[in-house]
Nanobody, 115 residues
């Protein structure tokens, strides 16, 4: 059974940082493209960052220069380092894994940026 478990969300002040983790089980995450998406209330889910099995990375325009995605294949885990957080980054953040038409989602972790 495939599971993606996100952690690391929480409440942070504007300008602060958080690091999200996505631990995968039931798959060898190194052969999957892994990504982070987010969904704010009343908005569509949007891409935050994605890393392919070959290490290619792309970011959503609104987070470029502030967020960094990385992966530790030995730990079957993907990370999202979020710096210079803004109130508009508030959302539920979801991890996904995709390969050859098969895709999996985590349950999400809440990130709230507020003073």
């Amino acid at each position: 059974q495939v599971q993606l478990v996100e952690s690391g969300g929480g409440l942070v002040q504007p300008g602060g940082s958080l690091r999200l983790s996505c631990a995968a089980s039931g798959i060898i995450s190194s052969i999957y493209a892994m990504g982070w998406y987010r969904q704010a209330p009343g908005k569509q889910r949007e891409l935050v960052a994605r890393i392919t099995s070959g290490g290619s990375i792309n970011y959503g325009d609104s987070v470029k220069g502030r967020f960094t995605i990385s992966r530790d294949n030995a730990k079957n885990t993907v990370y999202l380092q979020m710096n210079s957080l803004k109130p508009e980054d508030t959302a539920v953040y979801y991890c996904d894994a995709a390969r050859l038409g098969a895709g999996y989602w985590g349950q999400g972790t809440q990130v709230t940026v507020s003073s």
